[in-house]
């Protein structure tokens, strides 16, 4: 019978926030990996975790993903937060006992996302950086961050590829759903990966 590869997946979301449209680079290619990983999350029942930070000045998290909004995705926790690591207390006390291999996407790369990402290895889980799933106001620290975090332990890979590595065999049930929606993602991913992706 046909295993996952990975066993205890979780997706975090960080501070995909409104108010970072015009500020963020490449904004628009974050929101859409992101979607495509909630949506994968979804069809293979990986618990998602989200934050914002300081929400009242900074915005909701962005509409598009359309966390915990009636019907659509829900997460395990979506929580507010005033670190800028999403290691704070809600989201520890809302996430089972691990260790998890935790795919991160949001921003900013070399702050949120470092800091989230060197507090999960530290706590012994293994930690996915997703590098068409990530960026920074200025592009130039995208490249410098995602090295550092390879450097610290975390894997830094594509969305795509995060996605084949949980399901690791072709034979599982959700693997043609998944793979239509990588499919049905291409054109977004090329262009993801064309400007974020250059480390």
């Not at 909630?38 to 300081?54: D, H, N, V």
């Not at 993903?65 to 690591?85: I, M, N, P, R």
């Not at 830094?156 to 049930?173: K, P, Q, R, W």
Request: charged share 25%; hydrophobic share 40%; glycine share 6%.
């Amino acid at each position: 019978m046909a295993k996952r590869r990975l066993t205890k997946p979780a997706l975090f979301i960080c501070d995909i926030q409104e108010k970072f449209r015009p500020a963020i680079w490449e904004y628009s290619n974050v929101i859409a990996t992101a979607q495509k990983m909630i949506k994968a999350s979804s069809i293979l029942s990986i618990p998602i975790y989200a934050t914002t930070q300081k929400r009242d000045s900074l915005g909701t998290t962005c509409t598009e993903l359309a966390l915990d909004t009636g019907s659509e995705t829900q997460t395990a926790a979506h929580v507010d937060k005033s670190a800028f690591s999403m290691w704070v207390p809600e989201i520890k006390s809302a996430l089972p006992s691990g260790p998890y291999e935790v795919a991160i996407v949001g921003i900013e790369s070399h702050i949120c996302v470092t800091q989230t990402s060197l507090d999960l290895l530290a706590h012994g889980h293994k930690v996915y950086v997703i590098a068409d799933g990530v960026s920074s106001c200025n592009k130039e620290e995208i490249p410098i961050a995602l090295r550092r975090l390879a450097r610290e332990g975390a894997v830094v890979t594509t969305s795509e590829s995060f996605l084949y590595e949980c399901m690791g065999d072709a034979g599982i049930a959700e693997f043609k759903e998944v793979a239509g929606l990588v499919k049905e993602s291409k054109e977004n991913t090329k262009e993801a990966l064309r400007t974020l992706c250059k480390i």
